[in-house]
């Protein structure tokens, strides 16, 4: 049966702290109220302080007025104060110190930066927003991609630090040193000890090119249109709407068009233009030859007479 039980800690005034711890679970160990016994929640615990939410397979509370809270199990949770989410195998949290201790598989979420870190171990520090992290970091903020062995992030001051075989991808651009300092509001890397690195040109020359003499063409355009007289010269020499309408609405007629059929000479009268050119040509020869016989006949005359 699931309990609820809220507990209210009014410490000592060499203290000078108090806070109320509320959780929940599906079965509880331990004598409530007691400041000095540790207690044990299983079975979906959860537990809700000023700063902080926790929720696990396991929880346990221990230490002087139950200075100390360990989950074990599917870690999830939340820093309230510095918003925070994140999740691990195992949570250590001091409530007097403010210091969580996260460990194994640790995924941590600046939500307000939109920063992401992964790590095996990562220490926050509510009190001075810092998180140290060890051990396979990865951090990933907009087009940075950030690994190492060791790292300090300082939320307050946007700052990452890295150092152990530090690495800084961004797009095709890496960066390499023996320590990096990357401040994620401004993108300013600083490389110290055995710099080295890559940067390339995403943009193609023949793009580049291209773009040059698109660009050339339009300003030439833009610096020399077309004056006001040639536009209205080319307006002016266009057929006009009323003229195209006209040869459009007016076609030779059916009727136009038979009669030009009719005029055409038939097929009798170009036989008979044929013919008669004949008959001319038949004339012309039979002339020739009573030419040329009454020629021959006079001067056979003419001989005759002089013998």
């Known amino acids: 049966m699931k309990k609820f039980i809220s507990i209210i800690f009014a410490l000592v005034p060499a203290m000078i702290f108090c806070e109320e711890i509320t959780f929940t679970a599906d079965f509880m160990s331990g004598t409530a109220g007691s400041k000095t016994d540790t207690t044990t929640l299983e079975g979906n615990a959860t537990v809700q302080t000023s700063s902080m939410n926790i929720s696990a397979d396991a929880i346990e509370l221990s230490g002087e007025d139950f200075r100390f809270i360990t989950a074990t199990g599917t870690v999830s949770g939340s820093i309230t104060e510095s918003q925070m989410d994140f999740t691990c195998g195992k949570l250590k949290y001091d409530r007097q110190t403010k210091v969580a201790q996260l460990e194994d598989a640790v995924h941590l979420v600046d939500v307000a930066n939109e920063v992401t870190a992964d790590a095996q171990i990562i220490e926050y520090n509510q009190n001075s927003e810092t998180a140290v992290m060890q051990i ?172």
Request: include cysteine.
């Open 136 to 307: 396979e970091i990865t951090l990933t903020q907009k087009d940075n991609v950030c690994t190492s062995a060791f790292a300090i992030y300082k939320k307050s001051e946007q700052k990452l630090e890295m150092s152990g075989n530090p690495k800084i991808q961004q797009g095709t651009d890496s960066f390499r040193a023996q320590e990096i300092t990357l401040n994620l509001e401004t993108q300013e890397i600083t490389l110290d000890g055995r710099v080295k690195g890559t940067v390339s040109d995403s943009k193609p020359a023949k793009t580049e090119t291209d773009t040059e003499s698109a660009g050339s063409e339009t300003a030439s355009q833009a610096e020399n249109p077309p004056s006001e007289s040639e536009i209205s010269s080319q307006t002016e020499n266009s057929p006009s709407d009323s003229e195209s309408s006209a040869q459009t609405e007016n076609p030779p007629s059916e009727s136009e068009n038979s009669a030009q059929n009719e005029n055409s000479p038939s097929d009798g009268e170009s036989s008979a233009q044929n013919e008669n050119s004949s008959q001319t040509k038949n004339i012309q020869e039979d002339s020739q030859q009573t030419s040329e016989k009454n020629t021959k006949s006079a001067s056979e005359n003419d001989s005759s007479a002089k013998n």
